[in-house]
């Protein structure tokens, strides 16, 4: 096992995971606002107040100047074990479904302004983690100049599936300062590097073969001419398949459901905006019909929870698009409140940037033959 995932680099599409934490540190707010509002075109008097519940209630959110967004499975282990059935003789191991519907990915975010308003420099602080059933699994915190991370190599391996190495198996450590920083890293201890440094490593390395971007946009950002494309033609989808529908309120919670074909929807909206696929971030293929054509096909609905004017709460039963549910719910959400401080820690190493990039920590990639590919599937 290499170091890759010890210095979980890029986003599962080779994005720079740093872009991709400053990209949602900046329009996270703002972008969840904006796709919801886009529920504002529909038809009938009923869809028409319904969708404007929703319309209002995301804009309320764009009002804070703190947001904070909780995604996770709101399902028992065995719900999700019974739902996955069995394939080739093997069923979801106790063990996995445990930590997939326990685990959790947040975000939080504060700024000086209310966040509709906020540019990159009226952020306070930011922080991205994963957490599962033993707690942290890893962890960003963008906070001035510094980027701060740490991991549990162990619990992210259980995790995963695959135990962490031993000290046997993990490359000699290099003397000095060099292995104290890469010693630290391991044992899963706070480490901070400058941001902007592990960025422009990135986009250095990544001009080669780079595919030349529209004028005003950027590989990881879309300027705004751009978005307001992007959410002309999801506007356009949504209004031709999707039903709003206002189900009154419980419990002192207002409650609006949106329901679609979910095929249908998916192939309509990315047909509105395949035209746009040149102004599109690199990396941000457009699946086609083909790809689409076993995506099931089945009337899917959505909740929208709404409290005191504000959106809470998002959930949907991925259950529903099983070919046979066995009666089970699996629903997964997205949960909205507002945001805790999000804090430098204490005792962090700072670490160069360029070694979190090119394994410089662990002597590898510094000459010759050996050099280190972050993109090396073997490695």
């Not at 886009?38 to 009923?46: K, L, Y």
């Amino acid at each position: 096992m290499g170091y890759r995932g010890i210095f979980p680099a890029r986003g599962p599409h080779g994005e720079p995971v740093i872009s991709v934490i400053r990209t949602t540190t900046l329009t996270a707010a703002g972008c969840t606002a904006l796709l919801l509002a886009t529920t504002a075109a529909c038809g009938t008097v009923e869809n028409l107040t319904a969708a404007q519940k929703i319309d209002r209630a995301a804009d309320r959110l764009g009002e804070r100047n703190s947001l904070s967004l909780e995604l996770g499975l709101d399902a028992a282990p065995a719900a999700l074990t019974k739902l996955a059935g069995d394939t080739d003789g093997e069923t979801l191991p106790p063990e996995m479904a445990k930590a997939l519907t326990r685990s959790r990915i947040s975000f939080s975010v504060r700024s000086k302004k209310p966040l509709a308003d906020s540019g990159a420099k009226d952020i306070v602080g930011a922080g991205l983690k994963v957490t599962g059933p033993d707690g942290t699994l890893a962890e960003y915190r963008l906070i001035g100049d510094h980027t701060y991370y740490r991991m549990d190599m162990k619990a992210f391996s259980g995790l995963a599936g695959f135990p962490a190495p031993t000290a046997d198996e993990l490359p000699e450590l290099p003397p000095g300062e060099e292995g104290e920083m890469a010693k630290d890293v391991i044992d899963g201890k706070w480490v901070k590097f400058r941001t902007d440094d592990l960025v422009k490593g990135f986009e250095e390395s990544g001009k080669a073969g780079k595919k030349e971007t529209p004028k005003g946009s950027t590989a990881d950002s879309l300027d705004a001419g751009t978005q307001k494309k992007i959410m002309k033609a999801v506007r356009s989808a949504l209004e031709h398949n999707v039903t709003f529908t206002d189900k009154g309120s419980k419990d002192g919670t207002d409650h609006v459901t949106a329901k679609a074909p979910f095929r249908a929807l998916l192939t309509d909206m990315f047909d509105k905006l395949r035209p746009l696929a040149d102004e599109l971030p690199e990396g941000a293929e457009l699946p086609t019909e083909k790809d689409l054509k076993d995506a099931p096909n089945k009337k899917v609905a959505v909740d929208f929870a709404i409290k005191d004017g504000a959106l809470t709460r998002v959930s949907m039963d991925v259950a529903t698009l099983a070919d046979d549910a066995q009666g089970v719910k699996v629903p997964m959400y997205v949960k909205f409140g507002e945001a805790s401080d999000v804090k430098a820690p204490a005792g962090a190493r700072e670490v160069p940037a360029d070694s979190l990039m090119l394994g410089g920590l662990f002597g590898i990639g510094e000459t010759g033959s050996d050099s280190f590919d972050p993109m090396d599937e073997d490695f």
